[in-house]
């Protein structure tokens, strides 16, 4: 079966170190996003990408930035990261004829 | 800009009663989707309902339904007859529909933080 994948599912960093979050699906779909949740805001949008070689910011893109290489994968990566990146993080895909968006199962962030 | 307002933070309701939880829009767009997705204790984002805007008809699925106003902005979704296992959080979500340059992505609301006691 089709399914899109985060790796890890927990991590604990330090203030200032650069992490890089997974975000792996099968399902081929071109369109993926990378989002956070935090108590009282939702999900918010960090970027998001059309396809290989394209990436878009979102409403929460600062400190943030993604690669797209191939179809299947997204990475999320923290340059530098702050304790107001903790978060939980979640990778979502979602093909061409307006379906629903499928998430991963996401990635609790802690940073220290 | 699109925008999607879930009033409610928190309901805590006694088993076996209805409950509604609102989710009211804004859009400029004249096509768009409407989603609610669950989260239960586990975290995960579970797909409950897509509607479009074309498509104004009430959908009821088991004790779930949903009410869909274009005149109020509004895609309520109701429980009827509550149990424990709903206890989540439930997310209305909005999305500018695929196709040109659109990205077809998802502006959520702040979610509704369900309890359903025993």
């Known amino acids: 079966d089709a399914e899109i994948t985060q790796s890890p599912r927990h991590k604990i960093t330090e203030t200032g170190r650069q992490v890089t979050l997974a975000c792996h699906q099968t399902?081929?779909?071109?369109?993926m996003f990378w989002y956070r949740q935090d108590l009282g805001h939702g999900l918010r949008l960090i970027h998001y990408?059309?396809?290989?070689?394209?990436?878009n910011k979102g409403e929460v893109s600062d400190g943030y930035s993604v690669s797209r290489s191939n179809t299947e994968d997204l990475p999320l990566t923290l340059e530098s990261a702050a304790s107001s990146q903790t978060s939980v993080y979640f990778c979502?895909?979602?093909?061409?004829?307006?379906?629903?968006?499928?998430f991963g199962q996401g990635t609790r962030l802690t940073v220290v | 800009a699109q925008k999607v307002t879930q009033a409610q933070t928190e309901i805590s309701v006694v088993e076996k009663e209805d409950v509604t939880l609102d989710c009211v829009y804004e859009?400029?767009?004249?096509?768009?989707?409407l989603f609610w997705y669950k989260q239960p204790p586990s975290g995960e984002l579970v797909f409950l309902i897509r509607?479009?805007?074309?498509?104004?008809q009430n959908e009821i699925s088991g004790r779930y339904s949903w009410n869909f106003q274009k005149s109020t902005s509004s895609f309520n979704f109701t429980i009827t007859a509550s149990q424990v296992v709903d206890s989540a959080v439930y997310f209305c979500?909005?999305?500018?529909?695929?196709?040109?340059?659109?990205?077809?992505?998802?502006?959520f609301g702040q979610g509704t933080i369900l309890t359903v006691h025993p």
């Open positions: 509607r479009n805007s074309f498509d104004e």
């Open positions: 399902w081929n779909h071109n369109n």
């Open positions: 859009t400029r767009d004249t096509t768009y989707y």
């Open positions: 979500a909005l999305s500018e529909a695929l196709g040109g340059t659109s990205y077809g992505k998802l502006t």
């Open positions: 990408s059309y396809g290989v070689q394209d990436t």
């Open positions: 979502a895909s979602r093909e061409l004829r307006n379906t629903e968006a499928f």
